[in-house]
């Protein structure tokens, strides 16, 4: 892979890119000095991981004290003893507190909000996602004045000139960007100012994903593809070709992300998206819940099914157990108690609870399913043939989900790879990449973006007639129905979710059209031209709203003609805010 290019800005910066996860969170940053070949670097030295050197992530969990403060954060609220701290402090401990802000829509069959992790009292998941994202970045202020010379001298020099990349779920979308830009200003990164909001940008993890594969190893021609492949399992990731198409599982606590993705240069580099980016909210946290829920049954009669052995359980399955689990031919043992806790009628022997593989199995299959139907919806959808996939993340560490996986889908004539070590860093450097170099020139919506519209009424046209009686009639004398599908829009922006490939109107499939957002903009230089009606004079305003679709943040301007030439000015889209609104 060619190195990186020289810095072009004439003023020193840094970037800084955050992976806030469902489990576990990391940094990574670069400084930016005009004319220097910049390097990705990740925080690699936590408070409370001291004796975990070069550790790239921190648990992504937090305590509270009761009056809202926060007590602790990510390996200082692991670190042994602090649940007897807890109890004798009475904290309230959270996580999994990013699931909170997933957008209602997103797999809703699969989980409620009532099956997360409550938050604390009197927090939203705006605060605990605030106070989480300023942990991260004192960490980072503490890691660069302590590890770079001059470190201190360094920060001084760039605190007003810091850049943020924040990643998230490839089924993120405006609202929840929205709403960690909100985060960001509560957490002191940025200011709340235009300005200030224009120094964060957002990546999805899919995407932040292929920066960092192919900034670890790229563009050798002549290598065989089992030469990819051992590049691949030996950590080196893998060596891409001209015309390879490649479909990356990033499959993490969470979220389940599948992006697919051709290569159709390498010199120079070009990357498109060949399928539009699925999530799935199928990560590692699911087992978890699927295992709380089958304890729960199995131990409801036994002395042993109170909430803090179930916890002890819990805490032990995820650590110890759901990592080695390998396939239903094996038993599996969760340890808790002492060695006086018998309870032969749930199979609990000497404070270990035995369960059998196909026990095991039910927990991970919903996931292996969900997977599965997505990597073949991927396949069939691309607009070019697939033959690998890339199985990465936290949840990818799992012997059972890879050897299913791979036992699934070779007979499609797909190959499974994975790293053989846990690619810990990969969305936070990725994260870096992608501001610095963009590697993805072409995207794939997810959906039909588009507006309601007034259609003027045509006596010939078999729909219109169907809807006369919602006829209006227009100070220009037109006459118009309402509830009409465009494909752009004229302020309110709808998305369409439904499998229609030219939607027309909203009234047929009302439940496939949600309003995405409402765009903004000052039109008062807009010349405002007077006509004739029937009822008198009345004006009109020619102009445009342009939807900017190039990153991964959707942007607005309003365009309009003036004396011939083409004017411009800023639009703002706001997003309704349904979290709050949502059921439960």
Not at 114 to 139: H, I, M, N, T, W
Not at 217 to 231: E, I, K, Q, Y
């Amino acid at each position: 892979m060619a190195p990186l290019q020289p810095y072009r800005g004439i003023v020193r910066k840094l970037v800084v890119a955050m992976d806030i996860g469902t489990t576990y969170s990391g940094v990574a940053y670069a400084f930016l000095d005009p004319g220097e070949t910049p390097k990705i670097q990740g925080i690699t030295r936590y408070p409370g991981q001291e004796n975990a050197a070069g550790d790239s992530k921190i648990p992504s969990i937090l305590y509270y004290r009761r009056d809202g403060t926060v007590h602790s954060i990510g390996a200082e609220a692991a670190h042994p003893g602090i649940e007897l701290e807890a109890e004798d402090e009475d904290l309230v401990f959270v996580e999994w507190f990013k699931l909170h802000l997933r957008p209602e829509t997103l797999d809703s069959k699969e989980i409620k909000r009532r099956d997360l992790p409550p938050l604390p009292e009197g927090k939203s998941v705006l605060d605990v996602f605030a106070d989480f994202a300023r942990y991260l970045f004192q960490c980072t202020q503490r890691y660069i004045k302590e590890t770079h010379a001059n470190g201190a001298s360094m920060w001084s020099s760039i605190e007003d000139q810091i850049e943020f990349v924040l990643s998230h779920p490839n089924g993120w979308e405006g609202l929840q960007q929205g709403k960690m830009r909100q985060a960001a200003i509560i957490a002191g990164l940025i200011p709340d100012t235009p300005d200030g909001h224009a120094r964060v940008q957002f990546v999805t993890e899919g995407e932040a994903s292929i920066h960092f594969c192919i900034r670890s190893g790229l563009t050798s021609d002549s290598l065989s593809v089992s030469a990819h492949v051992a590049a691949f399992r030996s950590g080196i990731f893998i060596y891409w070709q001209d015309g390879q198409n490649v479909m990356i599982v990033d499959a993490g606590g969470g979220t389940v992300d599948i992006s697919s993705y051709a290569f159709i240069s390498t010199s120079p580099l070009n990357v498109e998206e060949i399928a539009s980016a699925d999530c799935l909210m199928q990560g590692s946290t699911r087992v978890n819940a699927r295992a709380k829920t089958f304890l729960q049954e199995k131990l409801k009669d036994s002395k042993y099914g109170n909430e803090e052995d179930i916890k002890a359980m819990l805490d032990y399955f995820d650590k110890s157990t759901k990592p080695i689990f390998k396939d239903a031919t094996e038993q599996s043992y969760i340890k808790f108690g002492s060695m006086g806790c018998n309870d032969p009628k749930v199979k609990i022997r000497r404070g270990q609870l035995l369960l059998s593989g196909s026990e095991m199995e039910a927990f991970y299959g919903p996931s292996l399913e969900a997977i599965v139907e997505a990597v073949q919806k991927q396949r069939h959808t691309a607009t070019r043939p697939i033959s690998t996939v890339f199985l990465v993340g936290g949840f990818a560490a799992s012997p059972w989900l890879y050897s299913n996986l791979r036992q699934v889908v070779s007979p499609l004539g797909l190959t499974v790879c994975r790293p053989d070590t846990h690619t810990n860093k990969a969305v936070a450097e990725g994260g870096v990449s992608f501001y610095l170099e963009h590697f993805v020139s072409a995207r794939i919506i997810k959906m039909t973006y588009g507006s309601r519209v007034n259609a003027s009424y045509d006596r010939t046209d078999p729909e219109h007639i169907a809807r006369s009686s919602r006829k209006i009639v227009r100070p220009s004398g037109r006459i118009v129905i309402p509830g009409a599908f465009i494909a752009m829009l004229s302020k309110e922006l709808c998305g369409y979710r439904g499998k229609k490939d030219h939607p027309r109107w909203t009234d047929l499939e009302p439940e496939c059209f949600t309003t995405l957002c409402t765009v903004f903009a000052d039109t008062s230089a807009v010349v405002k031209t007077p006509r004739m009606g029937p009822n008198g004079v009345y004006y009109i305003q020619a102009y445009d709203i342009v939807l900017k679709c190039g990153l991964t943040e959707l942007q607005a301007q309003v365009r309009w003609i003036q004396d011939g030439k083409e004017m411009r000015g800023p639009a703002k889209i706001v997003y309704d805010d349904d979290l709050e609104l949502a059921q439960d």
